[in-house]
């Protein structure tokens, strides 16, 4: 496969449930991001890691866990979510961060949230 | 506080002639502008960018424009083809701050 990958691409889940998405790349670049696209809403910066190492936390709720085991995959854990936490989680890469978010960003196709 | 707006949430063009999309910013520091476009389940996929040191830049059918002092962009598109019917998304930053972007504009390209 080529590009961002995003596993499951769509989760319905309960507030006490535990689940986690996946992000991969297979572009070789060393920056990873989690953006929150809710409807009507700006995309949301959610956090960065750059060569493994989380350099953005965007004031995100400690019930969104995130975990970058190496620079191909992102996880994002999710527990005890409210239902207003539903929305499109998209994951992003990019070469690196440079001297900017400037890098241009790839995207994966987003992982469609519900919590009930 | 919307630093980056798109105020037109829809536009409808006919094939063949020109789209304009809009972007507005509040920001006098951002220097780095993108324009992302989307097609339903995908993610976004970058278009064009401008830096605040050009106030043009074209690519094939695509040219942005930047005027600086009103703090406005857009995006032409011309001619119009109806793939490109998607929600575009004008973004911005400046130095090493994260990207600002829109709620983004549907276009919809009536054949």
């Known amino acids: 496969e080529t590009g961002v990958t995003q596993t499951p691409r769509h989760l319905v889940m309960g507030m006490t449930n535990k689940k986690s998405l996946k992000c991969e790349q297979h572009?070789?670049?060393?920056?990873m991001y989690w953006y929150k696209q809710s409807a009507k809403k700006p995309l949301e910066l959610m956090f960065v890691?750059?060569?493994?190492?989380?350099?953005e936390n965007n004031s995100v709720p400690s019930r969104f866990s995130p975990e970058c085991p190496n620079s191909s995959h992102l996880f994002l854990h999710l527990h005890t979510l409210q239902p207003e936490d539903s929305a499109l989680y998209l994951c992003?890469?990019?070469?690196?961060?440079?001297?900017?978010?400037?890098?241009?960003?790839?995207f994966g196709p987003g992982t469609r949230l519900t919590v009930l | 506080d919307q630093q980056v707006k798109q105020n037109s949430p829809s536009l409808s063009v006919q094939e063949g002639r020109i789209s304009i999309l809009n972007c507005d910013y509040t920001n006098s520091m951002f220097d780095y502008f993108l324009w992302y476009k989307k097609y339903p389940a995908e993610g976004p996929t970058f278009l064009i960018s401008i830096s605040s040191i050009k106030d043009k830049n074209e690519d094939g059918r695509f040219t942005v424009f930047l005027n600086k002092s009103a703090k406005h962009l857009s995006l032409h598109i011309v001619p119009s083809q109806p793939g490109d019917s998607a929600v575009y998304f004008c973004a911005a930053n400046f130095g090493n701050e994260k990207l600002t972007f829109g709620t983004g504009t549907r276009l919809t390209i009536i054949p």
């Open positions: 992003a890469s990019s070469q690196d961060l440079g001297g900017a978010f400037t890098d241009t960003q790839y």
């Open positions: 890691y750059n060569f493994k190492e989380q350099t």
């Open positions: 572009l070789g670049h060393n920056a």
